[in-house]
């Protein structure tokens, strides 16, 4: 403060870049999305060194950038009319920069930024598969306090060695389903195949219940039989797809959901998807304990609204894709499965929400329940117990080093 003929004058004091700062996540020339999980991990010795400097706090949406010459950098201060400044060392400091750091992973993977936690869970669920693998793993871990850079480390574990495969399933009808008809009460069916060039071939079809005339299930066996037929000579999953969506089309009535897998020799993974039947990946930890991240999205009307209205609740679980007329566009994904690797092919019964999202419950289940077998049987006795609401199908690849 200066004095002039006995009157202050305040000062003006102007801070410039000594550049410009780096393109923010979710800007065009920035991060690619398809190179998210690669650079992650060396954001995170990066954050925790920024926050012993200057504590926690000093994070705001916005903070994480990344260039393709110098790659992270963080802004501890926004630039000049973006906001105001960060308050370190306040209460809720450190869920303010797990809150700025989730702002940024999303907002790069969907295409904007999430409005609040509920927002957050629900955009990563709709875009499961369309965003990079395992990033809703990340947002789960971060949330926990949790590592993230382990979770990372396993999203990416490289493997260039054979893989054998160990399969089993469980369905149930469930009680709440039910209705006096054992014949056509349960509308899943599934099948597992050891194909040509010893490929593992997998499927899970959940049939839409129709007038309580059983249409949903001959239409999910229909598919069902097809798969077991073209699988034994070939594995190309859109090929599979248009054998099954023959075979329900040939009906002349009903529809089915369609998930698919393909698991090669060396690990690598196709996953095909029509409805809203999910598929899930368990996989171990560096050091102990596992993750889950979905692998597929929601086909239904619902999902569709909720991608850009939060509130939106008509729809329900109405498909936008299935088998019987509407197959023509698929979800279509590949992933590297690694020894340990647990794959989950589920119908929508078996995949029930609780209070917690249902990783939670997968993760937990996966650790008590560590076979194919025990897991598959676990998961459709959880459906149960949350209400028996609908029928329950798990089809679960259990991922070992080759000759095992």
Not at 263 to 283: C, E, K, M, N, Y
């Amino acid at each position: 403060m200066f004095r002039e003929r006995g009157g202050p004058v305040r000062a003006e004091v102007n801070v410039e870049w000594p550049e410009e700062p780096l393109p923010a996540l979710g800007d065009p020339e920035g991060l690619p999305p398809e190179r998210l999980m690669g650079e992650l991990a060396s954001l995170w010795p990066l954050l925790s060194e920024s926050v012993m400097r200057t504590g926690p706090g000093f994070l705001w949406p916005g903070s994480l950038r990344w260039g393709p010459d110098q790659g992270w950098q963080i802004l501890c201060v926004p630039p000049y009319g973006m906001g105001e400044e960060p308050v370190p060392e306040t209460p809720g400091a450190r869920a303010r920069d797990v809150w700025s750091v989730i702002c940024g992973l999303v907002k790069l993977a969907v295409g904007r930024a999430p409005r609040d936690l509920t927002d957050t869970l629900m955009l990563l669920e709709l875009h499961a598969g369309r965003a990079p693998h395992g990033l809703d793993a990340v947002v789960r871990a971060l949330l926990a306090g949790n590592d993230p850079g382990g979770v990372v480390a396993a999203v990416t574990r490289p493997w260039d060695e054979g893989v054998s495969v160990q399969l089993a399933a469980e369905t149930a009808v469930g009680s709440r389903k039910a209705k006096g008809d054992p014949e056509w009460d349960n509308e899943d069916a599934f099948t597992a195949v050891r194909s040509v060039d010893d490929v593992v071939a997998l499927a899970v079809c959940d049939g839409v219940t129709g007038p309580g005339d059983g249409s949903g299930a001959r239409a999910a066996r229909a598919a069902v039989t097809a798969l077991q037929e073209y699988f034994t000579t070939g594995y190309d999953l859109e090929e599979a797809l248009d054998a099954a969506e023959a075979a329900v089309v040939g009906q002349g009535r009903g529809a089915s959901t369609a998930l698919l897998a393909a698991i090669r020799p060396d690990g690598r993974t196709a996953l095909l998807s029509v409805g809203d039947s999910p598929a899930w990946l368990v996989r171990m930890l560096p050091f102990g304990g596992r993750t889950a991240f979905r692998l597929n999205p929601d086909q239904t009307v619902l999902a569709e609204s909720l991608l850009t209205d939060p509130s939106a609740t008509m729809g329900g679980s109405i498909l936008l894709g299935n088998l019987g007329g509407y197959a023509d566009q698929p979800f279509l994904a590949e992933l590297q499965t690694v020894p340990g690797d647990m794959l989950v092919l589920l119908s929508d019964g078996a995949a029930l929400g609780e209070e917690d999202w249902f990783a939670g419950d997968l993760v937990d289940l996966a650790g008590l329940h560590q076979s194919a077998a025990a897991l598959a049987a676990a998961l459709v006795g959880r459906a149960e117990r949350l209400g028996g609401l609908d029928n329950a199908t798990a089809l679960v690849a259990e991922i070992r080093p080759a000759g095992r």
